[in-house]
């Protein structure tokens, strides 16, 4: 991993390699699987008008996976990435700041995903947050070209991945509040959350097997939302102790039947 600053400038490049020999549950054979990624990225900052504090940059990654034995073929991903955002100081309480990025997939082509958010502090030490995103996640390697199979008899297990799949979308509505009291040796925060996912990508048995044979497939399952939030109080006891709480809370609901939790 290489990290390089210059005044506004920031570039970042790291190579991981990952060699493993995995065996599954039942099966002696024994699969090998070679990642290798090379990633290069670049930021800038500058302060075109007054109040305003503009972000860009880009990203490019290549990942490559082979492993005859899972997914059948060597595979290459070039994939590339542009974001922009802008902070602006609205008033001297209240900051909004917006962005948005676009990534190109070879097998999803171009994804736009935005984002706000705006914190308001009314009072010192009383801030207040709210933002709005849409993001996504393409489908894995595995996912898309998954090539198995596992002779156990007299049945014959067959899992396959799709490189039709869509990517799995998230919009997000997060809200906020934190403060510190006490001459700071207090602090408390309180989030909340509701996500609205789509396109979610489940691996399941399919009904459309043959005769022995157990066909397991990655599809695209459907929606589902996400809600909750998280409480949390910190007090500083003595300088050298510190006592801490949080209590958070999650539930998934799925909007479709064939989306399992």
Do not use: C
């Not at 549950?25 to 290798?36: A, M």
């Not at 999803?108 to 996504?136: K, N």
């Not at 596992?150 to 899992?159: C, D, H, L, W």
């Not at 997060?174 to 996912?197: A, H, P, S």
């Amino acid at each position: 991993k290489l990290n390089y600053d210059y005044e506004n400038w920031k570039f970042q490049t790291f190579y991981n390699l990952l060699d493993l020999d995995v065996t599954a549950e039942g099966d002696d054979n024994e699969r090998s699987i070679v990642n290798n990624v090379f990633d290069m990225e670049f930021q800038h900052v500058f302060y075109p008008w007054e109040k305003h504090i503009i972000t860009w940059g880009g990203n490019y990654r290549f990942n490559e996976v082979v492993s005859h034995e899972i997914i059948g073929n060597d595979e290459t991903e070039n994939l590339f990435s542009l974001f922009v955002q802008d902070q602006y100081r609205m008033l001297d309480d209240m900051t909004l700041t917006a962005g948005v990025r676009f990534d190109s997939h070879p097998l999803m082509g171009i994804h736009i995903s935005p984002r706000a958010s705006v914190v308001y502090e009314p009072w010192q030490g009383h801030i207040f947050r709210a933002s709005v995103a849409r993001a996504f996640r393409n489908p894995s390697f595995v996912e898309s070209y998954l090539d198995l199979i596992i002779e156990e008899p007299p049945v014959t297990v067959v899992a396959l991945g799709d490189d039709d799949l869509d990517a799995e979308e998230i919009t997000s509505f997060e809200i906020g509040y934190q403060t510190r009291l006490l001459d700071n040796r207090l602090e408390f925060k309180v989030d909340t959350f509701y996500n609205i996912l789509d396109e979610i990508i489940e691996f399941s048995k399919s009904d459309d097997a043959p005769p022995a044979t157990i066909l397991l497939e990655y599809f695209n399952a459907g929606k589902a939302i996400a809600y909750g939030g998280e409480i949390s109080v910190v007090y500083k006891v003595v300088p050298w102790l510190s006592a801490y709480a949080n209590y958070s809370y999650q539930e998934l609901e799925a909007r479709d039947d064939s989306v399992q939790f």
